[in-house]
């Protein structure tokens, strides 16, 4: 029987997806992951399942939209009984890793991964929980504001490049072991970065790249409040837009380092990318590279995500793997497809969960087939006082919520959504047809109620299990020292042998 491909996936965190228009763009100094991009499948318009970081990674792993995994923000548990890619994956015989971020909240860290290398880089309860009973509340503690940009600059460590430095090491010697043969079945192993979410700050060696970069500003200016959309001013509200000023210099700096990040990720991929080929195993992995959610990068005026406009909801998709053909896919998907697609590719039958299934193989797509299935979207989190879902489909994207007039833009005419067409007498035919079919497809009083429901339920349990003795959700990474290395119950011969990879070289 032939042996099932390996599977290495790399995903980062807030990556706007117009800046890989075909890979990444010309501009940005990124030579892996052009390298990668030359050999494959790339889905130029690839959407978030919902533009926020775990429930954006709840809906990838399992290919469910967020009303079905109820992870509708940052704090909302990601149920046991949901199969992500890592159960189907582990169930057909893969051995499943994961080294870095992926965001799960409840006690359950692990959702079908047998191993994970490195803990967490955000909390794993239910503390980011938002409130719907108290539309316009803002939690200083937690809610994002606009410090990241007037803030951005240089920076030899922070946070995020100690986590992500971790996650490159702990990836590269699982490569290496993996290459080692000690144990038989085909592996998966997913590399989960937390760049280049803000803060905006970056290594010197990597904001010196882009001294003359020509990107800096936006392409659509900043807009008065007044003269935003509801949602995008209630993003402006999360973010307390009114406690800072944000300058020409900031707009810059914060560009320029959240370029320099790409750079430094792209340095990163590198390492376990050269330690996947210096191992002889690179043709036989499929790679795929994904981010959860964009970032408007002051477009608009707009910063991070919570927005289904393109710089939020719009990410980087590229699959090289045997029987995908390299070249740009321009069909809109999404990046609940990659579930179902990973499982064609390994050979997995997925029709005991295809009924609760979102997404859909990518692999008929990347050959040459149509497909009309409008993309969806969703969001329910901080920023918002009830749930926005968007349609993706042709050249058009439709944005509905039960508390604001809906939106439609043609992206081909207007990539930059400038020119809202849902009131246009020359378009009601078009308005129509979305507003139908986001009756099909939602019921936006039981997505609200629920979402409302899950809320109250956390805010409860959080506030309980906070007083007196605190047990933590968070992964605790275990090192088995006595396992590494050199130790007693071990023979030094065939240790220093079998831990040798290429051997007899």
Same mark, same amino acid.
């Given at each position: 029987?032939?042996?099932?491909?390996?599977?290495?996936?790399? +995903?980062?965190?807030?990556?706007?997806?117009?800046?890989?228009?075909?890979?990444?763009?010309?501009?940005?100094?990124?030579?892996?992951?052009?390298?990668?991009?030359?050999?494959?499948?790339?889905?130029?318009?690839?959407?978030?399942?919902?533009?926020?970081?775990?429930?954006?990674?709840?809906?990838?792993?399992?290919?469910?939209?967020?009303?079905?995994?109820?992870?509708?923000?940052?704090?909302?548990? *990601?149920?046991?009984?949901?199969?992500?890619?890592?159960?189907?994956?582990?169930?057909?015989?893969?051995?499943?890793?994961?080294?870095?971020?992926?965001?799960?909240?409840?006690?359950?860290? /692990?959702?079908?991964?047998?191993?994970?290398?490195?803990?967490?880089?955000?909390?794993?309860?239910?503390?980011?929980?938002?409130?719907?009973?108290? @539309?316009?509340?803002?939690?200083?503690?937690?809610?994002?504001?606009?410090?990241?940009?007037?803030?951005?600059?240089?920076?030899?460590?922070?946070?995020?490049?100690?986590?992500?430095?971790?996650?490159?090491?702990?990836?590269?010697?699982?490569?290496?072991?993996?290459?080692?043969?000690?144990?038989?079945?085909?592996?998966? %192993?997913?590399?989960?970065?937390?760049?280049?979410?803000?803060?905006?700050?970056?290594?010197?060696?990597?904001?010196?790249?882009?001294?003359?970069?020509?990107?800096?500003?936006?392409?659509? @200016?900043?807009?008065?409040?007044?003269?935003?959309?509801?949602?995008?001013?209630?993003?402006?509200?999360?973010?307390?837009?009114?406690?800072?000023?944000?300058?020409?210099?900031?707009?810059?700096?914060?560009?320029?380092?959240?370029?320099?990040?790409?750079?430094? /990720?792209?340095?990163?991929?590198?390492?376990?990318?050269?330690? /996947?080929?210096?191992?002889?195993?690179?043709?036989?992995?499929?790679?795929?590279?994904?981010?959860?959610?964009?970032?408007?990068?002051?477009?608009?005026? %707009?910063? *991070?995500?919570?927005?289904?406009?393109?710089?939020?909801?719009?990410?980087?998709? +590229?699959?090289?793997?045997?029987? /995908?053909?390299?070249?740009?896919?321009?069909?809109?998907?999404?990046?609940?497809?990659?579930?179902?697609?990973?499982?064609?590719?390994?050979?997995?039958?997925?029709?005991?969960?295809?009924?609760?299934?979102?997404?859909?193989?990518?692999?008929?797509?990347?050959?040459?087939?149509?497909?009309?299935?409008?993309?969806?979207?969703?969001?329910?989190?901080?920023?918002?006082?009830? @749930?926005?879902?968007?349609?993706?489909?042709?050249?058009?994207?439709?944005?509905?919520?039960?508390?604001?007039?809906?939106?439609?833009?043609?992206?081909?005419?207007?990539?930059?959504?400038?020119?809202?067409?849902?009131?246009?007498?020359?378009?009601?035919?078009?308005?129509?047809?979305?507003?139908?079919?986001?009756?099909?497809?939602?019921?936006?009083?039981?997505?609200?109620?629920?979402?409302?429901?899950?809320?109250?339920?956390?805010?409860?349990?959080?506030?309980?299990?906070?007083?007196?003795?605190?047990?933590?959700?968070?992964?605790?990474?275990?090192?088995?020292?006595?396992?590494?290395? +050199?130790?007693?119950?071990?023979?030094?011969?065939?240790?220093?042998?079998?831990?040798?990879?290429?051997?007899?070289?």
């Amino acid at each position: 029987m032939t042996r099932k491909p390996n599977i290495l996936v790399f +995903m980062v965190d807030q990556l706007n997806g117009t800046l890989f228009p075909d890979g990444p763009a010309d501009w940005l100094h990124a030579p892996n992951l052009k390298a990668l991009a030359e050999r494959s499948t790339r889905f130029a318009n690839t959407y978030t399942g919902s533009p926020l970081c775990a429930p954006g990674r709840a809906s990838y792993m399992a290919g469910q939209l967020p009303h079905r995994t109820r992870v509708y923000d940052n704090a909302a548990e *990601f149920a046991s009984d949901i199969p992500t890619y890592a159960h189907h994956l582990r169930r057909a015989g893969y051995q499943t890793t994961l080294s870095g971020k992926m965001h799960f909240v409840g006690p359950d860290q /692990l959702h079908g991964f047998e191993e994970r290398l490195t803990t967490d880089i955000y909390p794993a309860d239910f503390g980011w929980t938002p409130d719907y009973r108290k @539309p316009g509340e803002r939690i200083a503690w937690w809610y994002h504001n606009l410090g990241s940009v007037t803030g951005a600059g240089i920076a030899e460590i922070s946070n995020q490049m100690e986590y992500d430095d971790e996650v490159a090491y702990h990836a590269t010697r699982k490569v290496y072991d993996l290459a080692r043969g000690n144990d038989d079945r085909p592996w998966m %192993l997913t590399v989960s970065f937390t760049h280049p979410h803000d803060p905006y700050v970056a290594r010197r060696k990597y904001w010196d790249l882009y001294a003359d970069c020509d990107h800096l500003l936006p392409e659509v @200016p900043a807009l008065p409040y007044e003269d935003h959309d509801p949602h995008s001013k209630r993003i402006f509200d999360a973010n307390d837009w009114r406690e800072y000023t944000i300058t020409e210099t900031d707009i810059e700096r914060a560009r320029r380092a959240y370029f320099a990040n790409i750079s430094y /990720l792209d340095d990163k991929i590198g390492e376990v990318m050269h330690a /996947l080929s210096a191992t002889r195993q690179e043709e036989d992995t499929i790679i795929v590279f994904v981010s959860d959610h964009g970032d408007m990068l002051g477009e608009k005026g %707009l910063w *991070f995500k919570m927005s289904f406009y393109e710089g939020s909801a719009r990410v980087p998709l +590229m699959i090289s793997a045997p029987g /995908l053909p390299a070249g740009r896919i321009d069909t809109p998907v999404s990046t609940m497809d990659v579930t179902p697609t990973l499982a064609e590719l390994a050979g997995i039958d997925l029709s005991e969960v295809t009924p609760w299934t979102d997404g859909e193989t990518l692999v008929p797509l990347a050959n040459g087939e149509t497909r009309d299935t409008p993309v969806r979207i969703e969001y329910a989190a901080e920023a918002s006082y009830a @749930p926005l879902v968007a349609l993706r489909e042709g050249p058009w994207k439709y944005v509905h919520c039960e508390l604001d007039p809906p939106q439609l833009f043609n992206l081909e005419t207007d990539p930059h959504e400038t020119a809202n067409l849902a009131q246009d007498p020359a378009h009601a035919q078009t308005a129509g047809r979305f507003a139908a079919k986001v009756r099909e497809l939602w019921d936006m009083d039981r997505f609200d109620a629920d979402v409302r429901q899950s809320q109250a339920r956390r805010h409860v349990v959080y506030e309980a299990l906070r007083n007196g003795a605190y047990y933590p959700w968070d992964f605790q990474p275990l090192q088995k020292a006595s396992e590494r290395f +050199m130790r007693n119950h071990m023979d030094l011969n065939v240790l220093e042998e079998t831990q040798r990879f290429p051997r007899g070289e």
